[in-house]
């Protein structure tokens, strides 16, 4: 438990949160985060704070010349009635004058109004010399490193942030707090803040904690090195490192990696289905019967996979078209506008409260602003998707020399022109949703989930029985009636499968069943096949579906360009071994009867050239140790990045 900070004109203890299971992030071995700078710039170990200690040094000289004009009898100007103190008059100089630092910096953060001033006092509150909360009145003297801080707290306002210093990542403030609790490691103060911090070799575990938790997580990170700074490479030899925010997690927009390692289950939270949901509606009329009536339209994005499913229809006083369509799609986070008719924020209410009681709630991301009007979200979505079919499109001097392009360039002009079309023509409120969307996953550089045509798809569809809300939940078919959890639903006893791909297509399966008879007797037929038939090849399937890893998932980190090159490598491996394990054979010689499972049969060998291709083009021993200078096995098939590293090797030589 954390002590509280007294109210006393005295100093307060020292408020600290201690680990008794865990200690990523001591504060025995953190002096290297800010303190005085020991020479040695180019040690890793003091890397973080050479340029805060000479912007210290530079503090102090001002100080000193302050106090020089001070004794020359030179009047300060006037300033608010404070405490006074008891120390030599020396100390009053300095102390003024550190005050003076104080409220400027206080000045200039908060000038634009409370919403940021009440940041930078939330940050330091309860911590400050002399038991003063937040900045008024206080004496405290900021490092520039403190200084960095508070300007990235302003900057991302309702961001828990990890900032890199080191070979730490520290929390700073409330966000200090906050990871004590959740992370179980100490907290501690330290100069004007709180603190903690963790290993840099440890960030993604504690990340997906805080994510699971319900947070919104940024990473800061150095954008120079202590040896690149005193080598005069940097923005300033004397200034604090540069840093900048380079990653940004929620609950629904982080691509987790495709294998985690033993002790690295975030939860719940990270299972196959982790939706992002857009809500946007329009009062169906301003008469008082019709009040409580709505157009709604949703849009669905889940970022793991890249589906995206969307959709516009009316509902009435109880929302229980908006409910059906929550409860299918079992969102991780609801993306909504600053203000909502009072049913449907009671809906929204109710399911995040169902969420919490079964230990993974809902988070809520509100909008600083409306959403866009009909005409504005209209242009927004159609400069996105321009953009997409603008960069399918060759030139003509990608041309060939026929004046026509490739098959491969054709395809991609074809797709993007499919998609661009499919998203101009939606219904006029799922375009403002859409609209609404891209902004939010622009943020965390997964807006090109949207830029897959072959997953985006109507939620309501003539090929599928539409299960409203209370078939869900009275027939138990995703969670049972009584804690909400999966155990004991329909779902929970069909589920047999060995991937997460596979989860999500049963889940697929439950909840929109066929309603084409045709179709169904096509899947019936290749299930009871799977089921009797004991041939070779069914044995092959199992043990390819076994060791295999999850596919889909890491086929979108690859599309982010998030992926790891062990994920890019254990991935290609895994479709290169499927592309293998099945011949290239005519009908006849597939030992099935179904027509879907001879179909997927002969599908699965086409993919077996360009596959093996990009395997074999990466070296195996570098993907093991991680060094990624070298690995390519041939660098002669990429010449750009052999360009590349030449061009970064020859900088790094001259400074």
């Known amino acids: 438990m954390a002590a509280k900070a007294s109210s006393s004109s005295q100093r307060p203890k020292k408020k600290v949160v ?16 800010d303190g005085d700078f020991k020479g040695n710039k180019a040690s890793s170990s003091s890397e973080s704070e050479d340029g805060e200690a000479n912007m210290d040094e530079s503090d102090d000289e001002r100080t000193r010349k302050k106090d020089k004009s001070a004794k020359k009898g030179s009047k300060a100007p006037p300033a608010r009635k404070t405490t006074k103190s008891a120390a030599p008059a020396k100390g009053k100089g300095k102390a003024a004058a550190a005050e003076k630092d104080s409220e400027s910096l206080f000045a200039q953060f908060s000038s634009p109004g409370k919403k940021e001033s009440d940041i930078v006092r939330r940050i330091t509150v309860g911590v400050l010399p002399g038991g003063k909360a937040g900045l008024a009145g206080s004496n405290a003297k900021y490092t520039p490193l403190e200084k960095q801080v508070m300007q990235f707290k302003i900057k991302y306002p309702g961001v828990l942030l990890l900032i890199e210093v ?32 963790i290993p840099t070799h440890r960030l993604r575990v504690h990340v997906g904690r805080l994510v699971a938790a319900g947070y919104k997580v940024g990473v800061i990170t150095q954008a120079e090195t202590a040896a690149l700074k005193a080598a005069g490479a940097g923005s300033s030899k004397t200034g604090p ?11 629904s927009t982080m691509v987790d990696d495709i294998e985690l390692e033993p002790g690295e289950d975030f939860g719940s939270t990270f299972s196959s289905t982790k939706c992002l949901m857009a809500i946007y509606e329009v009062a169906k009329s301003t ?4 009040q409580d009536k709505v157009t709604l339209a949703v849009v669905a994005v889940q970022p793991s996979t890249g589906d995206i499913v969307y959709d516009e229809f009316m509902d009435g006083r109880f929302r229980a078209e908006l409910e059906t369509r929550v409860l299918h799609l079992q969102p991780s986070e609801l993306l909504l506008p600053p203000e909502l008719s009072k049913p449907t924020e009671k809906l929204i209410s109710f399911v995040v409260s169902q969420s919490i009681a079964n230990g993974d709630e809902i988070r809520l991301e509100r909008t600083g602003r409306p959403f866009h009007s009909y005409d504005d979200a209209f242009t927004n979505v159609s400069k996105f998707y321009e953009g997409l079919l603008a ?11 026929a004046g026509e392009t490739s098959s491969k360039t054709s395809l ?24 609404a969307m891209i902004d939010y996953l622009r943020e965390f550089a997964l807006d090109s989930a949207l830029q897959l045509t072959q997953n985006f798809s109507s939620f309501s569809s003539r090929h599928h029985m539409l299960l409203n809300g209370n078939t869900l939940s009275n027939l138990e078919i995703l969670c049972n009636d009584t804690d909400y959890t999966q155990k004991g639903s329909l779902l929970w006893v069909l589920d047999h499968t060995v991937t997460s791909f596979g989860k999500r297509t049963l889940k697929k399966w439950v909840t929109k069943p066929l309603v084409d008879a045709a179709e169904i007797t096509r899947r019936l037929e290749a299930v009871e096949e799977l089921r009797h038939n004991d041939s070779t090849w069914v044995k092959m399937m199992d043990a390819l579906l076994q060791g295999l890893p999850d596919l889909e998932r890491g086929l979108s980190r690859i599309h982010y360009k998030k992926s790891t090159a062990k994920e890019a490598y254990s991935v290609l491996g895994a479709l290169r071994n499927i592309s293998q394990s099945f011949p290239i054979v005519g009908r006849a010689e597939i030992p099935f009867k179904s027509d879907l ?13 360009d596959v093996s291709l990009l395997y074999n083009a990466l070296s195996k021993k570098a993907v093991e140790e991680n060094k990624l200078e070298n690995l390519f096995a041939d660098s002669t098939l990429f010449p750009q990045v052999e360009q590349y590293k030449n061009v970064s090797l020859l900088s790094l030589q001259q400074h």
């Open 18 to 33: 201690l680990s008794d299971s865990e200690n990523d992030g001591g504060g025995d071995d953190d002096d290297d985060a």
């Open 166 to 197: 080191g070979y730490k990542f520290r929390f700073f403030g409330e966000d200090a707090e906050i990871a004590a609790k959740i992370l179980n490691v100490m907290a501690w103060e330290d100069k004007n803040f709180m603190t903690a911090s």
């Open 241 to 251: 490192f540069e840093r900048k925010l380079t990653a940004l997690y929620t609950k």
């Open 287 to 290: 008469r008082e019967e019709d």
């Open 391 to 401: 960069k399918a499109t060759p030139s003509k001097a990608a041309s060939t020399s």
């Open 412 to 435: 991609e002009t074809s797709v993007a022109a499919s998609l661009f079309g499919k998203a101009i023509s939606s219904p006029r409120l799922v375009i403002v949703a859409l609209s």
């Open 597 to 609: 499972i001879c179909e997927l049969i002969q599908v699965l060998p086409s993919i077996k050239e």
